[in-house]
């Protein structure tokens, strides 16, 4: 092989390189399978550029060629994109193609959403175009009711500050001023009363302890009892008070039906009568005994016999 021959071979390889290249970087690859152009009509592309990237269900599947504005007069000012679908995958008509962008920082690409009913789309075809609100965009749109409000509330707070300003005269400035020291002192005095009440609590403290010490003492000691009162045979102590009632009873029936020396006491009328005589006749006695001792009793140191009682004596003293 001739120099020249070498020469020439390497110079069309450059040259085939440098064209494929060129449409890479355009976005053409002239060397892929078989590719099919569609247009998409956009009233706005959304930032949309050439080689930007074609999708069908997250797969990429072709570039963007060229955007131009669409000749049509009753259509003007509108932009017809052109891109490329570079393998067999089929969809009809009735497809969607949809500008989104992938994050807010980066660019806008096509999304193809496939649809399967009608016609089979085929190179050179129109399909229908949808923009997808980007993130600022959403937000912007969420955004505007939301200032709508916002200037609303400002305006509506601007009135109520002026009538807050008409009301709050110099008289109701200083009345206020007034009401908030005397409520400062009246949280002082709270203060000093809640340092009393401390003060009378950790007082208390020691005696509360010695309270609630003898408390348990005492539930202690009930405690004790309570045991003694459970060991101890209740219902035999309350069967003997039973029985002992019972006696009492039948003794106070039997003196009341005049048996035995109490009921005849208490029931006889004569042995009253004789009692009752009995003592007004010791009580005479007793009397007599005091103002006759002589007739009962005498006393000589030198055996002189007493003198019978005589009735005399008595009338003479």
């Known amino acids: 092989m001739s120099k020249e021959l070498k020469i020439g071979i390497v110079a069309v390889i450059i040259i085939v390189a440098f064209v494929w290249g060129f449409n890479f970087l ?4 002239i060397l892929g ?3 099919r152009n569609f247009k998409v009509e956009y009233k706005n592309v959304g930032g949309l550029t050439k080689a930007s990237l074609v999708t069908i269900n997250g797969l990429k599947v072709g570039m963007v060629n060229k955007i131009n504005f669409n000749e049509d007069p009753t259509k003007k000012g509108q932009l017809v994109v052109s891109f490329t679908v570079e393998n067999d995958f089929e969809f009809s008509k009735n497809s969607i ?3 989104y962008s992938p994050s807010p920082i980066s660019g806008s690409n096509l999304a193809v959403i496939p649809s399967y009913e009608g016609e089979v789309a085929v190179d050179g075809d129109y399909l229908k175009g949808l923009v997808e609100p980007g993130l600022f965009t959403s937000i912007g749109e969420k955004l505007d009711p939301l200032q709508a409000k916002v200037e609303m509330v400002l305006v509506t707070a601007d009135s109520l500050f002026k009538n807050i300003n008409n009301i709050l005269d110099v008289k109701t400035q200083n009345s206020l001023k007034a009401s908030i020291k005397t409520l400062e002192y009246t949280l002082s ?3 000093k009363t809640v340092k009393s009440v401390n003060s009378v609590l950790d007082s208390s403290s020691v005696n509360l302890s010695a309270t609630i010490k003898n408390t348990k003492n005492i ?4 405690s004790k009892i309570s045991d003694t009162l459970v ?13 002992t009632l019972a006696s009492v009873n039948s003794i106070l029936e039997g003196i ?5 020396s109490l009921g005849k006491l208490v029931t006889d009328d004569a042995m009253y009568n004789n009692l009752t005589n009995v003592s007004k006749e010791l009580e005479e006695l007793l009397r007599e005994m005091k103002l006759n001792p002589k007739r009962f009793v005498h006393f000589s140191l030198f055996g002189k016999r007493a003198k019978p009682y005589q009735e005399e004596n008595k009338k003479e003293k």
Do not use: C, F, H, Y
């Not at 060991?231 to 029985?243: F, L």
């Not at 009341?256 to 035995?260: A, L, R, T």
């Open 26 to 29: 355009k976005g053409q690859d």
């Open 189 to 191: 005095d709270v203060r």
């Open 97 to 99: 193609v949809k500008i």
């Open 219 to 222: 539930t202690e000691n009930l």
């Open 33 to 35: 399978p078989g590719s």
């Open 231 to 243: 060991n101890a045979n209740i219902g035999d102590i309350v069967r003997k008070a039973e029985i």
């Open 256 to 260: 009341e039906k005049g048996k035995g």
